[in-house]
Structure formats: C-alpha cells, structure tokens
C-alpha cells in the first residue's frame, strides 16, 4: 500500500488533471443542444442590450407638445422612420424601436385618440430602454466554466450566439467486480445482492455524466483487463469500478493498471472510512475511479474523488461544500479525515450523525443528507461548525 494522501489534496489532484483535460476537448454546440452542458469560454456580449432604443409600453411616441398628430405606426420588428416635426406622433408596441426625433411616449392608459390626433400627460420620464442597458458590447456576461440552463440560452440568443462553445458531459462506465454478487433474488449460500452496480450509475448521473448502466466482471486479471480495454473502446472518459482496490487475493485492479499503462493520479486517501480509493489515467487520457468494494466506503469514495474528478471533466468550478452546525458529537478518526453521513434536522437546521453507518451498510446513506467533514485528529462536538458534502 502506499502512503495515503490528505482527503483535500486528493480531491484538488484530481480535479486539476481532470479539468486540464476538459481544455483540450471543447466543441461548438448549436443552442438548441446545448441545455445542460457548460460554457467553455466566457460569454461576452456580442451586441449592446437592448441593441437600439426600445419602447417599454404600448402608446404613442411623440415629440414636442401636445396635442399630437398621428403620423404613422411603428411596430415591433421593423425599423422606425424618424420623427421629424414637433407635434406629431407615432403609434408604437411594446419591444419596438424609438425613432430617431421622439421627445417621450404616451401611455396607451394615459392618451385620449380622437381621429387622428392624440393627447394625454406623459411621464416625465422617457419609457425606453436606452442601447446598452443590459449589458455593453464587450462585457463579459458569464465566466466559463458555467452551467448553461435555459437562462443562459435565453441570455446567449438575446446577444446574437448560434451556437456556444461548450464542455459535453462526460460519459461513464460502472464496472463492478466480485464473484459473490448476485443481481436479483435473496442473498444467502454466501452470496450477497450487489448494492453497487444499481447506485452508482444514477450518482454519476446526478453529477452529470452520460452512463448506460453496469457491466459485471469475473474475479480474473485477465477478465478486469478485458472490462478495462472494452470501456475504453466504448468511449467512457471515466470508468468507475467497485472493489479490488486493495491487495488481497483476487483484489486484480492494481495489476489490470499496471499492465494497461496506467498512472496513479491518487492512490489511498488519507480518509475514514474508504481509504483504499484511487484515480488512475489510462495512456489514452481516460479516468479509472476505483472505488472500495464496501457500499459505503464507495459512496465515501464518491463524493471524494468522483464528485470533483466529474467537475473538472465537465469544466465547472470545484465542488462548493456547505458549513454547517452539529447538534451531536461526532468522533474523530485519528490521522483521517472523518467523512461521517449526517441528517439535517430540518426544526433547529443542525446536522446529526445518523446510525447503520459500517462500511458495508447503506441503510444510514439511504436516510442522510451528506457527509459532514471532521478534520484529522479532531472531533465535532454540538456547536462546532463543518463542512457537509451533501448527496446529489
């Protein structure tokens, strides 16, 4: 085994090598694809906001005093022709372009049309928006790294973009080892259901991977070589497999990264419980996440190697923890990180730790907000605040 690495640098290592490979992949995306990806570059304003003066309401744009003469219309999407005469006026709809001339605009509310002719009290104030309210041509809008929602869309449209440059979603591969797993049925003769292979395709999901599911491999070096190959060839940039991560008897991951080229981005964290977890990169630029086999050691592992290892991928910012209070003691674990699953109590807003929590048990996961964060050597008593990693 080699020396665990602290729980903080383990998850800034792979999250740099991650995203130093997101900026060698980046792709122009029409708008109408783009919902769900991220901003590759900054989105800079293409155009003044609004891009010509605009009128705010319905009514009359005029010039000079009143009464006016209504000489034309103006309508949205069509250029207006100036106003040249003091005392005439121009119908205009709301989002139209202000003409050349225009003193202020009439409220369709506050005018009286008689004929052709106009009159009313205007605002003081003219009821435009003036070309660049919005946003100056230039002006950076959104950093890259963002998430484009449809606002983003919206925003990017509104500038003039057809197409953005964008960061995909990575796609990922589970593959679960283990000879004793059984995929349906009751576990018993010393076998036991696989918990895994259903979980961690919807976590990677929910942190914005493309995955279609599990495969199951053999307790072989040759058969975790051939799993490792195949994915690659599938197209996965990232690939998480449970269990093997130690040194035991058919513990074969190590020898499969050895004899596939591979380099340890991570290898054991200094973390409590999972701390067998590791990130490789294959000589092709795809991620190995290898997780323990233990079902909460390898949601631990998860949250902290494949939850960042995933922004980066995607190009977004490091994942933000949130501080919270513990309302009951939580033990430290030593020289670790102590990763402790916790429920937020939702009448004081404290987080406690909640019970079933060994490595091999899901049922405290199942019922847990996240992980709350109690640093080496330390414990958290009621009042401390910490970090909380919460579940997707």
């Known amino acids: 085994m080699s020396t665990p690495i602290a729980w903080s640098d383990a998850r800034t290592a792979v999250y740099r090598r991650a995203l130093a490979q997101a900026r060698m992949k980046a792709a122009e995306v029409a708008l109408s694809d783009a919902d769900g990806l991220t901003l590759a570059e900054p989105l800079v304003a293409r155009t003044p906001l609004p891009a010509f003066p605009t009128a705010s309401v319905d009514g009359w744009v005029v010039r000079g005093t009143g009464p006016w003469r209504v000489v034309d219309r103006v309508l949205a999407g069509h250029r207006a022709p100036d106003l040249t005469e003091d005392g005439t006026a121009m ?34 104030e003219p009821e435009w928006r003036l070309p660049g309210d919005e946003c100056a041509a230039g002006e950076e809008l959104l950093p890259a790294g963002t998430p484009i929602s449809p606002g983003v869309l919206g925003l990017a449209a509104s500038c003039g973009y057809d197409t953005l440059l964008t960061r995909h979603a990575p796609r990922a591969t589970t593959v679960v080892f283990g000879d004793e797993l059984l995929d349906s049925g009751l576990p018993g003769d010393g076998r036991v259901r696989d918990a895994l292979g259903p979980s961690i395709p919807a976590f990677l999901r929910r942190l914005g991977a493309r995955t279609d599911g599990f495969r199951r491999v053999q307790d072989t070096l040759a058969a975790h070589v051939d799993a490792l190959r195949q994915a690659v060839a599938g197209g996965s940039e990232l690939i998480c497999t449970t269990g093997g991560t130690m040194h035991g008897p058919v513990d074969y991951l190590h020898p499969a990264l050895a004899e596939l080229g591979a380099s340890y981005v991570v290898n054991t964290v200094a973390v409590r419980p999972g701390f067998p977890m590791l990130v490789a990169e294959l000589p092709g630029g795809q991620f190995v996440a290898g997780l323990p086999g233990n079902p909460q050691s390898a949601m631990v592992a998860l949250v902290s190697l494949v939850m960042p290892l995933l922004a980066g991928l995607r190009g977004r910012p490091f994942p933000a923890s949130e501080q919270v209070t513990v309302g009951a003691t939580i033990a430290d674990r030593g020289d670790y990180t102590h990763l402790s699953l916790v429920r937020r109590d939702e009448r004081d807003g404290l987080v406690y730790p909640v019970g079933h929590v060994g490595s091999a048990m899901l049922r405290g996961l199942a019922q847990s907000t996240g992980f709350a964060v109690v640093p080496p050597g330390k414990a958290a008593h009621p009042g401390d605040r910490v970090d909380l990693l919460e579940l997707p």
């Open 91 to 124: 119908e205009i709809a709301t989002g139209a372009m202000v003409p050349a001339g225009a003193t202020t605009i009439l409220r369709l509310e506050h005018g009286d049309l008689r004929g052709d002719e106009v009159a009313g009290s205007p605002k003081t």
